[in-house]
């Protein structure tokens, strides 16, 4: 990036609306008010709750998380990058496709279930449509699948994805074990971005 090109970046970046109300509020990053406009529409958390944020780095997720669920809620952030720890939470790091890190997660766990399973993280982009669709749909499928193994019944999932031909199966696939499946596009969210969230309500179990 050239001086100028990057001197453009920082001074829109800046200027953010979002950018500007993380700083005030001490988020990580603007990704904390989409989290926040999905909550406000939708109603996901409430005091007393279980919550994984799986690929939390840099922790914005989580950082909102953890000021909804209290009190007596409890929330395990779970991320390959090395993240600064949030205030409330317990972390791990390491690759979630790592046997030995979901173990980790189950006796975090112990005799309970997650209410609420969560992820904002995405593949490194190539810029290659193609293989970045197909490398975000190998990650929301081991998402998924980390939510099926871990959430209690009628509980709920909620994960970024990018717009483009692997969404619609990946809608239809959740169907088979949420109630209601939604999509949802929050105002956080810039305009040139492809990123959608999508909501599975309800978990009805992995055998459906």
Same mark, same amino acid.
């Given at each position: 990036?050239?001086?100028?090109?990057?001197?453009?970046?920082?001074?829109?970046?800046?200027?953010?609306?979002?950018?500007?109300?993380?700083?005030?509020?001490?988020?990580?990053?603007?990704?904390?008010?989409?989290?926040?406009?999905?909550?406000?529409?939708?109603?996901?958390?409430?005091?007393?709750?279980?919550?994984?944020?799986?690929?939390?780095?840099?922790?914005?997720?989580?950082?909102?998380? +953890?000021?909804?669920?209290?009190? $007596?809620? #409890?929330?395990?952030?779970?991320?390959? /990058?090395?993240?600064? @720890?949030? !205030?409330?939470?317990?972390?791990?790091?390491?690759?979630?496709?790592?046997?030995?890190?979901?173990?980790?997660?189950?006796?975090?766990?112990?005799?309970?279930?997650?209410?609420?399973?969560?992820?904002?993280?995405?593949?490194?982009?190539?810029?290659?449509?193609?293989?970045?669709?197909?490398?975000?749909?190998?990650?929301?499928?081991?998402?998924?699948?980390?939510?099926?193994?871990?959430?209690?019944?009628?509980?709920?999932?909620?994960?970024?994805?990018?717009?483009?031909?692997? +969404?619609?199966?990946?809608?239809? $696939?959740? #169907?088979?074990?949420?109630?209601?499946? /939604?999509?949802?596009? @929050?105002? !956080?969210?810039?305009?040139?971005?492809?990123?959608?969230?999508?909501?599975?309500?309800?978990?009805?179990?992995?055998?459906?």
């Amino acid at each position: 990036m050239t001086k100028s090109r990057s001197r453009g970046w920082y001074k829109k970046h800046t200027s953010d609306t979002y950018v500007r109300q993380a700083q005030a509020q001490h988020y990580r990053a603007r990704s904390a008010f989409k989290l926040q406009e999905i909550d406000e529409r939708e109603q996901l958390f409430k005091p007393g709750q279980t919550v994984l944020d799986l690929g939390a780095a840099p922790g914005s997720w989580s950082q909102y998380a +953890v000021r909804r669920i209290q009190p $007596g809620g #409890r929330l395990l952030a779970i991320d390959r /990058l090395v993240m600064t @720890p949030v !205030a409330g939470a317990d972390s791990i790091q390491g690759d979630l496709t790592d046997p030995a890190v979901r173990e980790q997660c189950l006796g975090w766990l112990g005799t309970q279930r997650a209410d609420l399973v969560i992820s904002d993280v995405a593949p490194n982009l190539t810029g290659i449509a193609a293989t970045d669709q197909a490398n975000m749909r190998e990650l929301a499928d081991l998402l998924a699948e980390m939510a099926f193994l871990t959430l209690v019944p009628r509980g709920h999932f909620l994960i970024k994805l990018f717009q483009g031909e692997e +969404v619609a199966g990946y809608v239809t $696939g959740l #169907r088979e074990h949420f109630d209601k499946v /939604l999509t949802r596009k @929050p105002a !956080a969210s810039k305009d040139a971005s492809k990123e959608i969230y999508v909501l599975g309500r309800s978990y009805r179990g992995y055998n459906v």
